[in-house]
């Protein structure tokens, strides 16, 4: 299989904050990587390391043996993989198609059948970790499609992440990431209340860290956000616009089954607040500028 896998050609579409990395990391094993993004100039890195320019997606997905994508929203994906011109009408039968993409389950049910139809393999992967795990190549990733499509697949999801685990069928990697951003969306909550408590108290906010960030309290978003937010550095690992979209489509999901989530719809509605004041391109970390303006605490 590992032989099989380093003969295959990588197309990736969508080369954006985390994306770019995740291709550059075929580059550096040795692989062919064929890449497409909307904005050119976001991929010139990339095409700077070997990477070979394509004008369009159905260009890429015919050249293609395995296609990644990791754009912003459902529509995108949508817009990339269905009609005429998309991956799925145009890529090789027996072609492998990961959708990295945080999205919504239902599509990336509709993305395999519409696959299946066609000889294709498709497995929904989104991924968590950020920036830093893009660039360290140590991303979570969850996957949900066939088992034999996941055990083909598994070692050049390797390539960009150390936790990679098959949750389920198709559509399984999608709710996997909801659970995902469902406990980060209040633990964020937690993080950027207990930074506010700690200036309103007149402590140093970089010494409670100390103490808190090893015990019962820690968690990824405290040990690597917090600093950030402490230090004014609100430059996106991951995007407020994009978390909002995450949050929608988890409130969305949650419904469907029924289930409250009463801790996402307070969150969800805070970065909202957030993002209409002008910061929906800043990183996640940025919730503590409204806890700056509601509550009064200076940076």
């Given at each position: 299989m590992a032989e099989q896998n380093a003969k295959r050609i990588i197309g990736f579409v969508g080369t954006g904050v985390m994306g770019k990395s995740m291709a550059g990391h075929f580059l550096k094993a040795g692989y062919q990587v064929l890449v497409y993004t909307r904005s050119k100039e976001k991929a010139e890195e990339l095409l700077a390391q070997g990477a070979a320019w394509k004008d369009t997606v159905a260009a890429l997905a015919r050249e293609a043996d395995v296609v990644i994508t990791m754009v912003g929203y459902p529509h995108d994906v949508e817009e990339v993989y269905l009609g005429e011109a998309g991956i799925i009408a145009n890529a090789k039968p027996g072609?492998?198609?990961?959708?990295?993409?945080?999205?919504?389950?239902?599509?990336?049910?509709?993305?395999?059948?519409?696959?299946k139809k066609r000889g294709l393999y498709?497995?929904?992967?989104?991924?968590?970790?950020?920036?830093i795990g893009a660039r360290d190549a140590r991303l979570t990733i969850m996957v949900g499609g066939d088992e034999d499509a996941f055990a083909e697949?598994?070692?050049?999801?390797?390539?960009?992440?150390?936790?990679?685990?098959?949750?389920?069928?198709?559509g399984a990697g999608q709710h996997t990431k909801m659970c995902n951003?469902?406990?980060?969306?209040?633990?964020?909550?937690?993080?950027?209340e207990a930074i506010?408590?700690?200036?309103?108290?007149?402590?140093?906010?970089?010494?409670v860290l100390d103490s808190i960030g090893t015990g019962a309290a820690a968690s990824w978003s405290l040990s690597n956000l917090a600093p950030r937010m402490i230090a004014g550095n609100f430059a996106p690992g991951f995007y407020v616009k994009h978390m909002i979209k995450d949050m929608a489509i988890a409130l969305e999901s949650a419904k469907e089954m029924g289930l409250l989530t009463?801790?996402?719809?307070?969150?969800k509605?805070?970065?909202?607040?957030?993002?209409?004041?002008?910061?929906?391109?800043?990183?996640?970390?940025?919730l503590i500028k409204w806890y700056e303006k509601q509550l009064g605490v200076n940076q």
């Open positions: 072609s492998y198609l990961i959708d990295m993409t945080t999205s919504k389950p239902t599509l990336a049910q509709k993305l395999y059948e519409e696959a498709s497995l929904d992967a989104p991924v968590s970790g950020g920036d697949m598994e070692p050049l999801l390797k390539i960009m992440g150390t936790n990679v685990i098959l949750q389920g069928g198709p951003q469902i406990t980060i969306a209040s633990n964020m909550i937690g993080v950027c506010a408590y700690a200036k309103r108290a007149g402590l140093d906010p970089v010494r009463p801790g996402l719809e307070l969150s509605s805070l970065y909202e607040e957030l993002a209409a004041d002008g910061e929906e391109n800043s990183g996640t970390q940025a």
